[in-house]
């Protein structure tokens, strides 16, 4: 069975101070992991796609990385706009993608 | 380009009455998704669309939940009757294929009072 663990639950940094949000994952024949944000009231908004082990990808401060069990979101030095709900997602041989339940990120200015 | 459009955005209605939502995808996104999402928790799939093919149906409460994706463009998921717990984000998101990224709508907030 499909399984999505993202940790932290919640994490509050300071502006500039960087840090790494966990996705530990177990799917049959793994086709994609996905990162997402989703700010309050909002649906998820594409990040990531990272299809095999040691695949790396950017966008701004964000990077995201992936081994065979988990993939790490890399923010550096974040702004407080970058506070939101992250969302990591697994498509497995089932074609479905399945959901952990996020980290929800503060950065205090 | 446009996005996942849903509509309505909120809707409040009371136990036992029905309830419908509507999803109008990116144009040429073939599979189309329906999630249901609790406050703090993650999507949940409820069924997932391949053209006007429902391929992945198992999650879906098929007592009371009904969906249809006539033409295989729109799609419209209904809830007939509504119970308390169903309260919750309906999402619909679509994707080229069943390989790609899939694209979220910002989602219809039902309240079941």
């Known amino acids: 069975e499909d399984q999505v663990t993202q940790s932290p639950e919640a994490l509050r940094l300071q502006e500039g101070e960087s840090s790494s949000l966990n996705c530990s994952y177990t799917?049959?024949?793994?086709?994609?992991l996905f990162w997402y944000r989703q700010d309050p009231g909002k649906g998820p908004e594409f990040l990531f796609t990272?299809?095999?082990a040691g695949e790396e990808k950017e966008k701004e401060r964000l990077k995201a990385t992936l081994t065979k069990k988990e993939s790490f979101l890399h923010i550096t030095a974040p702004k407080p706009e970058d506070s939101a709900t992250y969302l990591c997602a697994v498509r497995g041989g089932a074609n479905n993608l399945f959901f952990g339940t996020g980290t929800r990120l503060t950065v205090i200015p | 380009e446009a996005g996942v459009v849903q509509s309505p955005r909120y809707k409040i209605i009371e136990k036992k009455q029905p309830v419908a939502f509507w999803c109008n995808p990116i144009s040429g996104h073939n599979t189309l998704y329906w999630y249901l999402q609790n406050l703090g928790q993650g999507p949940e799939l409820l069924i997932r669309?391949?053209?006007?093919?429902?391929?992945?149906d198992s999650q879906l409460p098929k007592d009371r939940f009904s969906a249809e994706r006539l033409k295989g463009v729109d799609s419209t998921l209904k809830i007939q009757p509504a119970e308390l717990g169903d309260s919750a984000v309906y999402l619909c998101?679509?994707?080229?294929?069943?390989?790609?990224?899939?694209?979220f709508g910002q989602g219809t907030r039902l309240t079941v009072v």
């Open positions: 799917v049959s024949g793994l086709r994609g």
């Open positions: 669309y391949e053209n006007e093919e429902a391929v992945d």
């Open positions: 990272l299809y095999s």
């Open positions: 998101a679509s994707s080229f294929n069943p390989n790609t990224e899939a694209f």
